[in-house]
């Protein structure tokens, strides 16, 4: 039992005793804040559902969300595995022994970073075609593939901090002890450098990832018919706001939600065996 002291008669506790009460209380404080924010989010959902909601209007516009989630995928997985690819690159450059190489690349982050990307969706989409003479440009659905080249622009050079950054964070001994036993620079990068880079760097590509889906409600800009555009052309004819919303709210959380949880379970078997 904690040792205590008696003042005028009253058993007060030590400071020791004090402090593990404070700890109580913060914890069941914490717990009833929680509780009541998590009571107030639950009361908000649910009148939504019941007195704000269409059934019947989300009956018949869910085919158009289902098709604008379809193309929102595909802007996704396209954007995704280039912007991967390049930002690998990207990387690199930001490490290259070489000078020139390190500028461009720097240089590139710098710019795509340091700019909005809706800037850099207007100059892609209105800009190249703006090198042929009107009417002439060859490309019909161009609004997807600026979307696409847009995107993959921007995070690209995100990745490629992230990249940067990982390299970063493996000690410089080891590159050095590999090239020590007649590795090349690119071998020691590629077999001893990039493997543990990649695991260092995979929760910021994810959570760039994540920021990518959330990206392309940018594109209504771009007159392509993904999720935000749809939800405008049906509250415009509707002047239903919440059903809309809803649905949108959803179509995002069903790509979200398992992105997040792939890139955690990448992050968990990639730390797997590296703790002792």
Do not use: C
């Amino acid at each position: 039992m904690a040792e205590t002291y008696t003042e005028r008669g009253i058993e007060r506790p030590t400071d020791g005793e004090t402090g593990w009460l404070n700890d109580r209380r913060v914890r069941w404080l914490g717990i009833a804040i929680a509780g009541v924010f998590s009571l107030g989010v639950a009361f908000f959902l649910l009148l939504i559902l019941t007195q704000f909601v269409d059934y019947q209007l989300l009956v018949t516009i869910l085919p158009q969300f289902i098709d604008a989630l379809l193309l929102v995928l595909q802007i996704i997985l396209i954007s995704g595995v280039l912007s991967l690819t390049f930002g690998v690159m990207v990387g690199l450059g930001r490490v290259s022994q070489t000078g020139f190489t390190q500028r461009i690349a720097t240089l590139y982050v710098e710019f795509f970073r340091g700019t909005p990307l809706l800037f850099q969706l207007f100059v892609v989409y209105l800009g190249v075609p703006a090198f042929w003479p009107p009417g002439q440009f060859p490309l019909q659905n161009w609004s997807f593939a600026a979307a696409i080249i847009g995107l993959t622009l921007n995070h690209t050079a995100y990745i490629g901090e992230a990249v940067k950054g990982g390299i970063n964070s493996v000690s410089g001994g080891q590159s050095e002890a590999a090239r020590s036993l007649g590795m090349s620079y690119i071998d020691s990068m590629r077999y001893v450098v990039l493997p543990q880079a990649w695991r260092n760097a995979l929760a910021a590509i994810g959570n760039d990832l994540v920021i990518l889906v959330k990206d392309t409600s940018l594109l209504t800009v771009l007159a392509i018919p993904e999720l935000i555009s749809v939800f405008r052309n049906v509250n415009s004819a509707t002047f239903d706001a919440w059903t809309p919303i809803v649905v949108v709210s959803v179509a995002y959380l069903v790509i979200t939600v398992p992105l997040g949880k792939l890139v955690r379970t990448m992050e968990e078997r990639a730390m797997w065996g590296t703790e002792r």
